[in-house]
């Protein structure tokens, strides 16, 4: 893909914040360097870190497009799945990307067919891993548990960590997540850093 005139957008649940949040921060900041222009929304931005650290590169040939909080798209305030999924994609298709990488979503409580969605604007969907969140019925963190193997189900032994899902819920979450990303078609997942197991990814790709 031609870095000319092109455009990047991120997606995220709490913007630059959090170990998760820097490193897509820093990941903006690369395609910056290499002269992309480059949007960002998530659900809650915190602090305007903007004005706090330099944000472009000073050798940056890229423009930044800014970072849009839509803090009002949450279940908590009464808007259903269904209408959090539309309206990301509307605000998605409003800034015209050439390419989306859509990083962790949990913390915000967005639904996970919202990464399916967006490829609905026919254009490149990509998402990072920064945790296991992607590939397992609900937890970040797997620890000793290998379940994701042979299907994360409601005898999940940490359902009440965060993020929380009702046992009843996991298995078809692990399920949606198997078909987003599994075999020839599958969705490409990103990994940063080493905090999945060696096999983590070989194993939902087969």
């Known amino acids: 893909m031609s870095e000319t005139n092109k455009r990047v957008l991120f997606i995220n649940d709490v913007g630059f914040q959090y170990g998760a ?4 921060l820093r990941q903006i900041q690369s395609f910056l360097l290499m002269g992309y222009d480059v949007a960002a929304l998530c659900w809650s931005s915190g602090d305007n870190v903007e004005s706090r650290i330099p944000f472009t590169p000073v050798e940056g040939t890229g423009n930044w497009l800014g970072i849009t909080s839509l803090v009002y798209l949450c279940q908590e305030s009464g808007v259903s799945s269904e209408n959090i ?22 913390g915000a409580k967005w639904p996970t067919i919202l990464v399916s969605a967006l490829e609905k604007l026919d254009c490149p969907v990509i ?6 969140y992607w590939f397992t019925g609900r937890c970040a963190y797997t620890g000793n548990c290998t379940r994701y193997n042979i299907g994360c189900n409601h005898e999940c032994p940490t359902w009440q960590d965060y993020p929380v899902l009702e046992p009843q819920l996991i298995f078809d979450e692990w399920l949606l997540r198997r078909k987003m990303f599994c075999g020839e078609q599958g969705m490409p997942p990103v990994q940063l850093g080493e905090s999945n197991p060696p096999d983590f990814y070989r194993k939902f790709r087969d």
């Open 85 to 106: 999924v539309n309206l990301v994609v509307c605000e998605a298709d409003f800034l015209c990307p050439d390419l989306i990488i859509i990083g962790n979503i949990y």
């Open 127 to 132: 998402t990072y891993m920064h945790d296991c």
């Open 21 to 24: 949040g820097l490193a897509q």
